[in-house]
């Protein structure tokens, strides 16, 4: 395993074990055969990756799901409990009595009996029904954030999400979960040296809440305008990683 795969970081929910520091995502703005997404996902785990993150809405848990029980079969790890395994409700979803049902789907995809981590994919609630992407501002409805956020410490209570948290969240958006018996673990946002939510990460250590950062070597472009990347692309950063013999990445 790598050093890098190897750190650790400690959740506040008791029934969760370490999140590693550093994970594989499966996210892409353009399909990806299921195939592909399997074969990178097994990859990982032969580097040394132990944490992988999915969504309901990326459609990626299946193939991270045949990942696992390949990587089992072929003794790369030991068992799943040797991975931390993180998915995502998605907006559609976000209704109190779909919470549950929509974690269940996620682990019948992912051929296992609890994930990880399990997050408020973003503070969005959608009118419940298929996946449309992108979503549309008329099937937008008002977040009924308690009642969501108790349907998620119901899961954890049932031992199906040994962690819950959200994705995307802002302070304020924070606010309103701050006096839940079971407060957020993490919150998983984009972070990276050219967009560094200072008064995010500040408001969350305050309050014990882990800040994990996607897209950390720049933001993905989801519109296809193509204008390029601003972390890869940086000259400050070009300047640091010659000087030590790195890449920028």
Not at 3 to 32: N, W
Not at 160 to 183: E, W, Y
Request: charged share 20%.
């Amino acid at each position: 395993m790598t050093a890098a795969a190897a750190a650790e970081v400690a959740l506040r929910s008791g029934s969760a074990r370490p999140m590693p520091a550093v994970g594989i995502g499966t996210a892409s703005p353009t399909p990806v055969p299921h195939e592909d997404t399997r074969d990178a996902v097994l990859a990982a785990i032969e580097a040394g990756f132990r944490h992988l993150d999915t969504a309901f809405m990326y459609g990626t848990e299946r193939p991270l799901g045949e990942a696992v029980a390949e990587a089992v079969r072929r003794g790369l790890v030991a068992s799943r409990e040797e991975l931390f395994v993180t998915s995502k409700l998605w907006c559609t979803q976000c209704h109190p009595d779909l919470v549950l049902p929509a974690l269940r789907q996620t682990l019948q995809n992912l051929q296992m009996e609890y994930v990880d981590l399990y997050l408020i994919h973003w503070p969005v609630c959608m009118k419940p029904g298929p996946i449309t992407w992108p979503s549309k501002r008329e099937d937008a409805v008002p977040f009924d954030f308690e009642g969501v956020w108790r349907a998620m410490e119901e899961c954890h209570r049932l031992g199906l999400a040994r962690a819950i948290g959200v994705s995307n969240f802002t302070t304020k958006h924070l606010d309103k979960l701050l006096a839940a018996t079971i407060p957020p673990a993490v919150n998983q946002v984009e972070l990276n040296p050219v967009w560094q939510q200072r008064t995010l990460r500040e408001y969350c250590a305050e309050r014990g809440i882990h800040v994990a950062a996607y897209s950390p070597l720049g933001g993905q472009d989801w519109s296809g305008s193509g204008d390029g990347n601003a972390v890869l692309e940086s000259e400050v950063l070009a300047e640091i990683a010659k000087a030590r013999g790195k890449t920028v990445a």
